[in-house]
């Protein structure tokens, strides 16, 4: 990228003011600090957090890293806010259930078997699992969908074992009692990411329970994120599948 940037400025193609630009960490836009060498630590530009953040914030952001032909992906994005934003930004998409707004600059490398399997227990906690799906999908993966399989029904998941098995990683998805990622581990040779969800009765404690049942799984190759983040839970899924594949340089980033 350097290399590139100095001849551009070298051939009079870009002015050094661009170039400084170009080369630069971080745009500081004033109430906020746009980290714009993300892509090139971590493998993808940084994610947008929507919640308390204004669409005026949001699109600010967003245009930093648009502009610079990265791909942009904004979490917990309310629907009355995500209008807001599209009326301006037509180009992007939002997943409704996920609350997720995303933008791909180009359709990332899928020509592979490849795939991260995303298990959700009960419909109740789909907001979660999209919000995990479709983050995996903007960063380039596969993924298969694996909905309302938990273990009040455990018929449902056995059904779709082959699938499952053949997963890259997996990242279960549980309120209530927060058992299914026990199960899951219990049934497959490959990583298991279990996300708990705020799902569930009052002694639930806003997912809790789930939670702590998660940490103390006897399943082993089993790790767990924080209440309700499907986001986290995909991104490190990805790592993982970017991992197995051997396709780093090959993904755009």
């Given at each position: ?8 400025v070298q051939e009079g193609s870009l002015t050094i003011e661009e170039a400084k630009k170009k080369l ?40 930093s890293i648009q502009e610079r032909g990265s791909d942009v992906l904004i979490t917990r994005v309310a ?152 986001f986290g839970g995909a991104y490190n899924a990805v790592l993982i599948d970017r991992l197995a594949r ?8």
């Amino acid at each position: 990228m350097m290399d590139e940037i100095l001849k551009q400025v070298q051939e009079g193609s870009l002015t050094i003011e661009e170039a400084k630009k170009k080369l630069a960490a971080y745009e500081d836009l004033g109430f906020a600090k746009v980290d714009l060498h993300r892509p090139m630590r971590q493998g993808f530009p940084e994610v947008i957090y929507g919640e308390g953040k204004s669409a005026d914030q949001i699109m600010a952001i967003l245009q930093s890293i648009q502009e610079r032909g990265s791909d942009v992906l904004i979490t917990r994005v309310a629907k009355e806010k995500a209008k807001t934003i599209l009326l301006r930004h037509p180009e992007f998409t939002y997943a409704e259930t996920g609350r997720i707004l995303y933008w791909k600059a180009k359709e990332a490398n899928n020509n592979t078997d490849s795939y991260i399997a995303i298990i959700c227990a009960g419909t109740s906690d789909l907001r979660v699992a999209e919000e995990a799906a479709i983050t995996a999908e903007v960063m380039g993966s596969k993924v298969e969908r694996i909905y309302d399989v938990g273990v009040a029904g455990l018929h449902r998941l056995v059904d779709h074992l082959d699938v499952i098995r053949k997963a890259t990683v997996s990242v279960v998805i549980a309120g209530m009692e927060g058992a299914l990622p026990s199960v899951v581990g219990g049934l497959v040779s490959r990583p298991v990411i279990a996300v708990p969800t705020s799902v569930g009765y009052g002694a639930n404690f806003q997912g809790l329970s789930a939670l702590l049942a998660m940490l103390n799984s006897c399943s082993s190759g089993i790790s767990v994120v924080n209440i309700d983040n499907g986001f986290g839970g995909a991104y490190n899924a990805v790592l993982i599948d970017r991992l197995a594949r051997k396709e780093s340089n090959e993904i755009g980033y």
